[in-house]
């Protein structure tokens, strides 16, 4: 049963392009999680989201970025425009739909942008 | 945004000795996840607590879901230089809600 996956694990990107970052959950898994991480501090909430619906967007910045999770495929974490602030490690985390199991949520490996 | 406290922030200790942290909320939770994140990884999940005064261990890892549903605490008996890391405390009150995190908690083994 593979983990979370998270692609790519590094992208480095000028000021002004764009970055995707992609996650794909656990197997039955259909709430995804994104999160922000500078070096040396902690875990800073983004979206969460499940399939085709964004429950909670309160830590996202409300210009340049976006995520979806579409009914097929990955979800995404879309940054516009990025500037060198937006480099970070970004984590996905997945857990599984309430009734389904116990509650719980795992994380992926990261994706670590740098812009340069 | 909410934020859970944890605590100690950092900690040195020596090979063999053991451990306690502990981390709090202004509110109750149902859920209580315990992480640990190696540099340049993602976090991993330890223990998983769902019930007010559950204790639950994995290895030398133990960990207790607060009888007030606002606290948990983590202890790591006879440490050894791989439990290097940060460890992280997260929860949460139902499926309707994300995780909260707590900022953290920097363990140093010395040999």
């Known amino acids: 049963n593979a983990g979370v996956m998270q692609n790519p694990r590094h992208l480095v990107r000028r000021r002004g392009q764009e970055a995707r970052l992609r996650c794909s959950p656990m197997?039955?898994?259909?709430?995804v999680y994104w999160y922000r991480q500078l070096p040396e501090e902690g875990l800073k909430f983004m979206v969460y989201l499940q399939k085709e619906n964004i429950i909670d967007e309160s830590g996202m910045p409300k210009e340049r970025f976006s995520a979806e999770f579409p009914k097929e495929g990955p979800s995404i974490l879309r940054i516009q425009q990025v500037v060198r602030g937006d480099s970070a490690a970004y984590f996905c985390?997945?857990?599984?739909?309430?009734?389904?199991?116990?509650?719980?949520?795992?994380f992926g490996p990261g994706t670590r942008l740098t812009v340069l | 945004g909410q934020q859970l406290n944890q605590s100690p922030q950092s900690m040195f200790i020596q090979e063999g000795e053991d451990v306690s942290m502990n981390c709090t909320s202004s509110s109750i939770f149902n859920t209580w996840l315990w992480y640990k994140q190696e540099p340049g990884e993602g976090p991993v999940l330890l223990i998983a607590l769902y019930k007010a005064g559950e204790l639950t261990s994995n290895g030398r890892l133990t960990a207790q879901f607060g009888i007030t549903r606002k606290d948990s605490f983590l202890n790591i008996s006879a440490s050894i230089p791989s439990d290097v890391g940060i460890y992280f405390c997260?929860?949460?009150?139902?499926?309707?809600?994300?995780?909260?995190f707590g900022p953290g908690t920097r363990l140093s083994v010395l040999p």
């Open positions: 197997k039955g898994h259909s709430h």
């Open positions: 985390a997945s857990s599984p739909p309430s009734g389904t199991g116990l509650d719980t949520q795992y």
């Open positions: 997260a929860g949460r009150y139902n499926y309707g809600q994300n995780f909260v």
